[in-house]
């Protein structure tokens, strides 16, 4: 492929005068479209798919539409192979979901994971490596990549060129595009908010093929190094935080961890998520793991309610892309309702009574 796109460029690919040069660049934009592979490290739970890792299918659909897609899935267990099934119709551009089933592979840590990664690439030799960035993609990613000696790119919000990408910086007040020149593979995690699942239906003609995954590489000093002890979590019906349509948000104005429990009721009205800003969290009133912010859980819900809450830079910068911003708080002068589409200036207790009030059960 290299002597094809060289000798592209040297030809001009017919373009006269001074713009032969722009003419090449853009035909090697071109041809990394086409003869691009993608392996995409997909999450799964319950036998599905994870949105996020769907979101980073639309992603890989992005580099290009000749876009050879592979979907790498672990763990073990039936519900690796129901996600497996899933993930073979996922996607039109997906041509093969390759399985690592292993026990030591049935949790998110990120040495046998980033072993597994390395392995698969040396196979497979593809172009790009798409993970999303979650709690999972950031602890594997920079190992993975360690070990295969290249730079990632993290946190893209949309892609430009094969090799091309926008991502935030400054905690979200500032885009950056960023240009990969490093060596195979480009390796990236996404923000699944700024990257569409696909809703095409898909023909069972199109399934893609499942192959197993050679695991003779892992050993007990690649597994051994790290330890799974437990997971904690809410044992809640409300959707999840991340992919949430609703998210109702509280701040330290809340004042105390009961007094989310009146946000925990608004959000079971509306069907919501329930979101926290980091000084919420420090102060104990709630989990880390409702955290919303830069270094918390990225947003983008079609509707994000905030209730006492100021608006700092790193909290903005993960809720910014909501459709519609909603924020509550006495002070008129709260960052906060820079972002907001609407705003009110009032006591967020007296609010929160009201709503309570009117709102109807859901059914």
């Given at each position: 492929?290299?002597?094809?796109?060289?000798?592209?460029?040297?030809?001009?690919?017919?373009?006269?005068?001074?713009?032969?040069?722009?003419?090449?660049?853009?035909?090697?934009?071109?041809?990394?479209?086409?003869?691009?592979?993608?392996?995409?490290?997909?999450?799964?739970?319950?036998?599905?798919?994870?949105?996020?890792?769907?979101?980073?299918?639309?992603?890989?659909?992005?580099?290009?539409?000749?876009?050879?897609?592979?979907?790498?899935?672990?763990?073990?267990?039936?519900?690796?192979?129901?996600?497996?099934?899933?993930?073979?119709s996922s996607h039109p551009l997906v041509s093969e979901v390759l399985v690592a089933?292993?026990?030591?592979?049935a949790h998110p840590l990120a040495e046998p994971w980033a072993e597994l990664l390395?392995?698969?690439?040396?196979?497979?030799?593809?172009?790009?490596?798409?993970?999303?960035?979650?709690?999972?993609?950031?602890?594997?990613?920079?190992?993975?990549?360690?070990?295969?000696?290249?730079?990632?790119?993290?946190?893209?919000?949309?892609?430009?060129?094969?090799?091309?990408?926008?991502?935030?910086?400054?905690?979200?007040?500032?885009?950056?595009?960023?240009?990969?020149?490093?060596?195979?593979?480009?390796?990236?995690?996404?923000?699944?908010?700024?990257?569409?699942?696909?809703?095409?239906?898909?023909?069972?003609?199109?399934?893609?093929?499942?192959?197993?995954?050679?695991?003779?590489?892992?050993?007990?000093?690649?597994?051994?190094?790290?330890?799974?002890?437990?997971?904690?979590s809410q044992d809640t019906e409300r959707p999840d935080l991340a992919n949430a349509?609703?998210?109702?948000?509280?701040?330290?104005?809340?004042?105390?961890?009961?007094?989310?429990?009146?946000?925990?009721?608004?959000?079971?009205?509306?069907?919501?998520?329930?979101?926290?800003?980091?000084?919420?969290?420090?102060?104990?009133?709630?989990?880390?793991?409702?955290?919303?912010?830069?270094?918390?859980?990225?947003?983008?819900?079609?509707?994000?309610?905030?209730?006492?809450?100021?608006?700092?830079?790193?909290?903005?910068?993960?809720?910014?892309?909501?459709?519609?911003?909603?924020?509550?708080?006495?002070?008129?002068?709260?960052?906060?309702?820079?972002?907001?589409?609407?705003?009110?200036?009032?006591?967020?207790?007296?609010?929160?009574?009201?709503?309570?009030?009117?709102?109807?059960?859901?059914?």
């Amino acid at each position: 492929m290299a002597a094809m796109v060289v000798g592209a460029l040297r030809r001009g690919t017919g373009c006269g005068g001074g713009g032969g040069f722009r003419c090449g660049s853009r035909y090697f934009a071109q041809s990394l479209r086409r003869f691009a592979s993608t392996l995409v490290v997909a999450e799964h739970e319950g036998g599905l798919v994870k949105p996020s890792s769907l979101s980073a299918l639309a992603a890989a659909e992005a580099i290009g539409k000749y876009n050879k897609v592979s979907v790498l899935l672990g763990g073990s267990g039936p519900a690796l192979h129901k996600a497996a099934d899933h993930a073979a119709s996922s996607h039109p551009l997906v041509s093969e979901v390759l399985v690592a089933d292993s026990e030591a592979l049935a949790h998110p840590l990120a040495e046998p994971w980033a072993e597994l990664l390395r392995s698969v690439q040396l196979k497979g030799g593809y172009s790009h490596v798409i993970t999303s960035s979650t709690s999972f993609g950031k602890n594997l990613l920079p190992r993975a990549a360690a070990l295969l000696d290249v730079s990632p790119v993290t946190d893209v919000t949309a892609i430009t060129e094969p090799r091309v990408f926008v991502r935030p910086i400054y905690a979200g007040n500032a885009l950056c595009t960023v240009k990969y020149t490093g060596e195979d593979p480009c390796m990236m995690s996404i923000r699944s908010t700024s990257f569409s699942p696909t809703t095409d239906a898909m023909s069972e003609s199109k399934v893609a093929p499942i192959t197993q995954v050679d695991l003779s590489f892992l050993s007990e000093g690649t597994i051994g190094k790290s330890t799974w002890v437990n997971l904690t979590s809410q044992d809640t019906e409300r959707p999840d935080l991340a992919n949430a349509r609703v998210v109702v948000t509280g701040g330290r104005g809340l004042k105390s961890a009961e007094n989310f429990k009146l946000l925990e009721q608004l959000a079971e009205k509306l069907g919501a998520a329930v979101g926290a800003t980091r000084a919420a969290v420090d102060a104990g009133y709630v989990p880390n793991d409702l955290q919303v912010g830069q270094t918390g859980k990225i947003v983008a819900p079609e509707l994000y309610m905030a209730f006492g809450v100021s608006g700092a830079i790193q909290h903005l910068a993960g809720m910014r892309d909501s459709k519609v911003i909603v924020a509550v708080n006495k002070d008129a002068d709260a960052p906060i309702f820079q972002v907001a589409d609407y705003g009110l200036v009032a006591d967020l207790f007296e609010v929160l009574d009201e709503l309570l009030k009117k709102i109807p059960e859901k059914k």
